[in-house]
């Protein structure tokens, strides 16, 4: 659609003149021009599914973008006159085309996806209370992909009833009645019904009908670990092995490589910093704080210091959102991330990398271990400055802020790759730009 923009663009304002120079003169630098744009929508949320409905968030979260994307243009013409070419109607024209043509298409894309016909029948067998209460939700959402045909809970006082309108047996011999009647082909099973029930399933998936356990199902539909329907078993399965070799290796050499990129660049930042921070309020520059890293080991983790001297006489203590704690200049430094600068450092040691869950004191590693099922399996890889719980929940200081973090983290450690980092990153920085800070 992008190119499909530029092409009505020339045409409307240069006719056949312009558009025999598509390839010469606008092909390329529109082309690294769009990539910036795209990347510009990503990190707006333009993609989010709560996004991808035509209403009044889709076009704040496109007017912003379009916003931030014209700019961009501007600066990319006009700063690299080499080019040739500085676009000023066609680049106005631009904008509002694309604007046009990414609203018509979620729109009809929108349209279509929620029809019932387009909506894929689903089946949800002995899953747990847990997941009743989730398939309700996915039920009532109209925004969904999938339609719930039904649910058989053999475990379940509700025989007879509906769900949301989706009707609950308990009898498991009306399986192959729902999806005939429904054309499931697509059946979510919770674990117990794996043991009990593998000859129906195993003819079922010779009819051609896919056999998908609930906990992989809500992990690829809520890009986290669903902590309350996963089991042992499936934990064991999943995080059995999560090495990466040569992904491993490209990760370090891409650490190591943007950590002196950025001493080289900011090196004056990080020493006005450290010049506010002695200057605003007695003690250290530097903060130090032991952290647990990969495989359990405890390292020093080092930040600017944001908190009066003596913040922790009393003890260790949770970090709160708007800690009273903070000195004024800190308060700035923890809104802006400023104050994790240090931890370069940490990744220059082989302690941290650029994107992985956030590491957690050993005090609250401790007592997390003993409240939260398998919470120690986030330490099977190093963490990271940034990491995907951080920019999918809020600034967490509970027990059960860590519950919700540690499904996101383990979603990022069971699919890590280039391409999730490269998510993480986008993120990070627009809520950086954005001030989504502590």
Not at 71 to 90: D, E, H, S, W
Not at 172 to 195: D, K, M, Q, W, Y
Not at 244 to 264: C, M, Q
Request: charged letters at 20%; a positive charge.
């Amino acid at each position: 659609m992008l190119y499909a923009s530029l092409v009505l663009a020339l045409a409307l304002r240069g006719g056949a003149t312009q558009l025999s120079q598509f390839w010469e003169n606008y092909f390329w630098p529109f082309t690294f021009l769009y990539v910036m744009w795209v990347a510009a929508l990503f990190i707006n949320d333009f993609y989010s599914p709560r996004h991808w409905r035509v209403n009044v968030s889709f076009f704040q979260a496109l007017a912003k973008a379009m916003l931030v994307n014209a700019l961009a243009a501007v600066v990319f013409f006009y700063v690299n006159y080499t080019l040739g070419i500085a676009p000023k109607t066609n680049l106005a024209l631009l904008v509002l085309i694309s604007t046009a043509l990414f609203t018509l298409w979620r729109f009809l894309a929108a349209k279509f996806m929620v029809a019932p016909s387009f909506r894929e029948p689903v089946v949800f067998l002995e899953v747990n209370d847990h997941s009743i209460e989730m398939v309700a939700a996915l039920a009532a959402d109209p925004a969904s992909p999938w339609r719930v045909a039904g649910i058989i809970c053999s475990r379940c006082a509700l025989e007879g009833e509906t769900l949301n309108e989706v009707p609950m047996h308990k009898d498991i011999s009306v399986l192959p009645e729902l999806v005939a009647n429904h054309g499931v082909r697509t059946i979510i099973v919770g674990n117990l019904a794996f043991r009990d029930i593998k000859p129906l399933l195993y003819d079922l998936m010779l009819s051609g009908v896919a056999i998908r356990d609930a906990a992989s199902f809500w992990e690829d539909l809520h890009s986290e670990v669903p902590m309350s329907t996963a089991d042992a078993d499936w934990f064991l399965a999943s995080f059995s092995d999560v090495r990466r070799g040569p992904y491993d290796a490209f990760k370090r050499i891409l650490d190591l490589s943007l950590a002196v990129f950025l001493v080289v660049c900011f090196w004056w930042l990080m020493a006005l910093i450290a010049i506010g921070v002695k200057l605003t309020s007695p003690g250290p520059i530097l903060y130090r704080q032991k952290r647990v890293g990969r495989h359990g080991r405890v390292f020093t983790l080092y930040k600017f210091r944001t908190m009066v001297a003596d913040a922790e006489k009393e003890g260790a203590q949770w970090a709160t959102k708007g800690d009273q704690r903070a000195t004024k200049f800190g308060r700035i430094l923890r809104h802006s991330h400023l104050d994790e600068f240090p931890q370069l450092w940490n990744i220059f040691r082989g302690e941290m990398s650029f994107f992985g869950p956030r590491p957690e004191r050993p005090e609250f590693v401790e007592q997390l271990k003993l409240e939260i099922p398998f919470y120690s399996l986030r330490h099977l890889v190093k963490p990271g400055i940034s990491g995907w719980a951080q920019i999918n929940y809020r600034y967490g200081s509970s027990v059960e802020d860590a519950r919700r973090k540690l499904a996101y983290d383990l979603y990022y450690i069971k699919r890590r790759s280039p391409f999730l980092d490269i998510q993480i990153g986008l993120k990070t920085l627009a809520m950086f730009f954005r001030g989504e800070g502590r």
